[in-house]
């Protein structure tokens, strides 16, 4: 059974920085899938953050460019989405994702304080 499990999310006020981690279990090969990152505002729908797939390429959405950083580590089943100069619109659940087995995470709240 995969499992993906969230963390490192939290308060913090604007500019400040984050880190969030997600870890996969009972998966084949991690090395051999694409991450995502999504987010889901309140009260509203969720959306793509950002992706590092299995070459390490990187892609993010234009309201997170030059501000967030996915990475994965793939020795530690474990993907990356490093937060900086947080603004208050980030404020949000984020969750990782494997879309090859439509695998999600539980999420993590990232709360952004002005």
């Known amino acids: 059974q995969v499992q993906l499990v969230e963390s490192g999310g939290g308060l913090v006020q604007t500019g400040g920085s984050l880190r969030l981690s997600c870890v996969a279990s009972g998966i084949g090969l991690f090395s051999r899938n694409n991450i995502g990152w999504f987010r889901q505002p309140p009260g509203k729908q969720r959306e793509w953050v950002a992706t590092?797939?299995?070459?390490?390429?990187?892609y993010y959405a234009d309201s997170v460019k030059g501000r967030f950083t996915v990475s994965r580590d793939n020795g530690k089943n474990t993907g990356y989405l490093e937060m900086n100069n947080l603004k208050p619109e980030d404020t949000a659940v984020y969750y990782c994702n494997i879309p090859a087995g439509g695998y999600w995470g539980q999420g993590t709240q990232v709360t952004v304080s002005s």
């Open positions: 590092v797939i299995t070459n390490f390429d990187t």
